[in-house]
DNA sequence: TGTCGTATGTGACGAAGTCACAAAGCACTG
DNA sequence: CAGTGCTTTGTGACTTCGTCACATACGACA
């Protein structure tokens, strides 16, 4: 990974700081992270804010039985929702972060985050905008979790994250996670679709070939 | 409903208003709404920041399919994570708020709000300790209707929302509200717990005979 | 005592999760 | 290129959960 340019990869940085009135680095440090670092867990405190520079994190819950759900990522000039509100209420993790890729972070200590909290107005509504954004987030993960089937939800899964060619390089254990659900249970939803010949697969990659069908399943507005 | 001394039941509000430099109700209003109201729904936006003086809030989400999840309630001296994260990420509200009782609670417009979190480090640690609190139990909330068996939560449920004497007061179909899932679910689990002396049931209302059993099955650590 | 609205019971079935393996696919090695 | 080992995918049997369509049962009140 080479040296970003920080300012263009984070541009509301540099934004923000006329505002706190310094560099917003001072005080704190840039934080480099391999790929699959776990940056933080459960039972864990969080001791500093982190705004991402570059590179993405993935936050997810793991169950007592292994299964997993990948809840939000946290990408280049964002900053991690979770962190934010055990930063703010002094509590624990609940769930684990994950570097899905090489990572650079600013990290702002407490003390630090807590002055530009009450200095800077940008910077508040910085932070509190994507804390929110998150937290609205959750609220329609918990309604698909709770309401909504697996076939459809998988469908939005594919549709959101295939590249431009409409490929998807995922296996069926990671699109389980991503949707919280059980491998098999993807193993067969995914042969269904196969069966309609809305996809194609092979080992560790899906094709869309039928984008509209899907999005008809996925209930496209 | 009295008219409440609101230094009682906000014991937090008077201790705000040293740092505050006022009286915090300034510029608000007391609103009271009556059991059964439905305060805000999807598609809405908050126009104010409400800290309740009386009552319950039940905050919940509802489905394509009628089916309900009940994500937390707002009692006395506490204000709704959803207003708050809405009212700073400039968005509309994802669930339903329902007044479980009569309720009276202060609404504190935007601009006021917002002039208050800069004026007050104690303000602002008031309204996000208590943000974050919520969101830390939303985690929760994925994690057990995403991973957990309904037996369990329901045992957990059960416990949680006894009185003094064991005894609950929801009809089945209340209780599949709490969890996120259907009344019949709820029928065939009580019928079991019933089964093996658990619990004794009439209608609209449960009571809990062997409290340990429960514990044991909600995993009580 | 009848009537009506709400609450609960139940069978059948489909959808989803679990378990235990089997069978490919792929990389690496000798 | 055959063999070996790891990962990914396939599959059947079974349990749990959600849905649908009713049937009962209870309780308040005329």
Same mark, same amino acid.
């Given at each position: 990974?080479?040296?970003?340019?920080?300012?263009v990869?984070f541009?509301?940085? $540099?934004k923000?700081?006329p505002?706190?009135?310094?560099?917003?680095?001072e005080?704190?440090?840039v934080v480099?992270l391999a790929?699959g670092?776990r940056?933080?867990?459960?039972?864990?405190?969080?001791?500093?804010?982190?705004?991402l520079?570059?590179?993405?994190?993935r936050?997810?819950?793991?169950s007592?039985?292994?299964?997993e759900?990948?809840l939000y990522?946290?990408?280049a000039? @964002?900053? %991690?929702?979770?962190?934010?509100a %055990?930063?703010?209420?002094?509590? *624990?993790?609940?769930?684990?972060?994950v570097?899905e890729t090489?990572?650079?972070?600013?990290?702002?200590?407490r003390t630090?985050?807590?002055e530009?909290i009450? $200095?800077?107005a940008?910077?508040?509504r910085?932070?509190?905008t994507?804390?929110?954004m998150?937290?609205?987030?959750?609220?329609?993960i918990?309604?698909e979790?709770a309401f909504?089937r697996?076939?459809?939800? #998988?469908?939005?899964k594919l549709? @959101?994250?295939?590249d431009s060619?409409?490929?998807v390089?995922?296996?069926?254990q990671?699109?389980?996670? *991503?949707?919280?659900?059980? $491998?098999?249970?993807i193993?067969r939803?995914?042969?269904?679709?196969?069966?309609?010949n809305?996809?194609?697969?092979?080992?560790?990659?899906?094709s869309?070939?039928s984008?509209?069908? #899907?999005?008809? #399943?996925?209930?496209a507005?």
């Amino acid at each position: 990974m080479s040296t970003p340019d920080w300012t263009v990869h984070f541009p509301g940085l $540099r934004k923000l700081e006329p505002s706190i009135g310094r560099p917003l680095v001072e005080n704190s440090k840039v934080v480099k992270l391999a790929a699959g670092t776990r940056i933080f867990g459960p039972g864990q405190s969080p001791e500093a804010y982190l705004l991402l520079l570059d590179g993405t994190v993935r936050v997810q819950q793991v169950s007592e039985t292994g299964r997993e759900i990948v809840l939000y990522r946290v990408s280049a000039g @964002e900053s %991690c929702a979770l962190t934010t509100a %055990c930063l703010m209420g002094y509590e *624990e993790y609940q769930a684990e972060g994950v570097a899905e890729t090489d990572v650079q972070a600013v990290a702002i200590p407490r003390t630090t985050f807590d002055e530009l909290i009450a $200095r800077s107005a940008e910077f508040r509504r910085f932070v509190f905008t994507a804390f929110s954004m998150r937290v609205t987030n959750l609220f329609k993960i918990i309604d698909e979790v709770a309401f909504s089937r697996v076939d459809i939800r #998988l469908a939005q899964k594919l549709l @959101e994250l295939a590249d431009s060619q409409g490929r998807v390089a995922l296996t069926h254990q990671q699109l389980a996670s *991503e949707l919280g659900t059980a $491998r098999e249970v993807i193993s067969r939803q995914l042969h269904e679709f196969q069966r309609r010949n809305w996809i194609s697969a092979t080992r560790g990659e899906i094709s869309l070939v039928s984008i509209k069908d #899907l999005q008809k #399943l996925a209930g496209a507005p």
